[in-house]
């Protein structure tokens, strides 16, 4: 089992940023991938980025590239999400993942954007 907890949500004025962590812990030698989703009201939950821990290859959603950037910590289980020039359309509970034979979310961390 693969438990993850996210930090760092918020309310932030359109342009402004946001970083969010996620913390894994039990069965971490079994995560190959870790990244972030979210999900607006009313929409379905959609890919944000991710990261692999073998060899650091990352990828991001169209609508985020550019203005997030994933990293990682590897030697404490830890990834990063840095969003800058945030708009009112980001404004999602966002849910850190974790692939590891099967897929583990975490409790999601709300980001709200004002315009």
């Known amino acids: 089992q693969v438990q993850l907890v996210e930090s760092g949500g918020g309310l932030v004025q359109a342009g402004g940023s946001l970083r969010l962590s996620c913390a894994a812990s039990?069965?971490?030698?079994?995560?190959?991938?870790m990244g972030w989703y979210r999900q607006a009201p009313g929409k379905e939950r959609e890919f944000v980025a991710r990261i692999s821990w073998t060899g650091g290859s990352t990828n991001y959603a169209d609508s985020v590239k550019g203005r997030f950037t994933i990293s990682g910590d590897n030697a404490k289980m830890t990834v990063f999400l840095q969003m800058n020039s945030l708009k009112p359309e980001d404004t999602a509970i966002y849910y850190c993942?974790?692939?590891?034979?099967?897929?583990?979310w975490g409790q999601g961390t709300q980001v709200t954007v004002s315009s």
């Open positions: 039990g069965r971490t030698s079994s995560i190959f991938t």
């Open positions: 993942n974790a692939a590891a034979g099967r897929f583990y």
